[in-house]
């Protein structure tokens, strides 16, 4: 830390009582709280939004490449497979809409895995 905080040291070289108040030089930094959009697989796309967020002018905002990963991990399902009941009739697994990551089992379609193979 600085010998004085009460002063905003950035690469820029500058040091202003306004920036020291910001906590950012506003000279070289921006704040940002989202921008553009990204699509789960399957999916509508989604307007990216965070908390605000300061960056350097020049880089990219790095919430927003954090969000847009989180939201590009996601895929939509409205079931998949069958199942067979007790009776040995097989029935297609369906329900609503879900969202759930790619790389796990969808929880819908277990609960109604579950529930056709409770059937007689």
Do not use: F, N
């Not at 497979?81 to 809409?97: E, L, N, P």
């Amino acid at each position: 830390m600085p010998p004085h905080p009460s002063k905003h040291h950035c690469s820029c070289g500058k040091s202003t009582k306004r920036a020291s108040k910001l906590g950012y030089c506003p000279k070289c930094s921006e704040t940002c709280e989202g921008s553009g959009s990204a699509q789960p697989k399957g999916g509508v796309a989604q307007t990216i939004t965070h908390k605000k967020w300061v960056k350097y002018q020049k880089e990219d905002c790095s919430a927003c490449e954090s969000v847009r990963e989180a939201i590009e991990k996601k895929e939509t399902c409205e079931g998949r497979g069958s199942a067979q009941t007790k009776g040995g009739v097989a029935q297609a697994i369906t329900h609503k809409k879900w969202v759930k990551y790619q790389d796990e089992d969808c929880s819908a379609c277990k609960s109604v895995r579950e529930a056709i193979e409770k059937k007689k």
